[in-house]
């Protein structure tokens, strides 16, 4: 059985996504993660590699430090 995917929200940084998972455009076309099992996504919208982290996040002044928490349930659907 393979391992879930984990998505792990850095304090002032990226998504850290680990697992086996695919990344793809908008127009389902996958990237090519050259065997990777861990990536850093952007999270502070300054990269110059989106969606892929390169820590510009540490040099704009991104400041998110985030809490899990539990959501409301989701709206019914019509």
Excluded: W
Excluded at 12 to 40: E, M
Excluded at 53 to 76: E, I, K, M, N, Q
């Amino acid at each position: 059985m393979d391992e879930p995917v984990v998505i792990t929200v850095n304090p002032n940084g990226s998504y850290r996504v680990t697992g086996n998972f695919v990344i793809k455009d908008p127009q389902g076309n996958a990237f090519d993660l050259a065997g990777r099992t861990a990536i850093g996504l952007c999270r502070c919208g300054q990269s110059s590699n989106k969606p892929f982290c390169d820590g510009t996040h540490a040099r704009c002044g991104f400041d998110s430090v985030v809490v899990a928490r539990a959501l409301p349930p989701p709206a019914p659907k019509p």
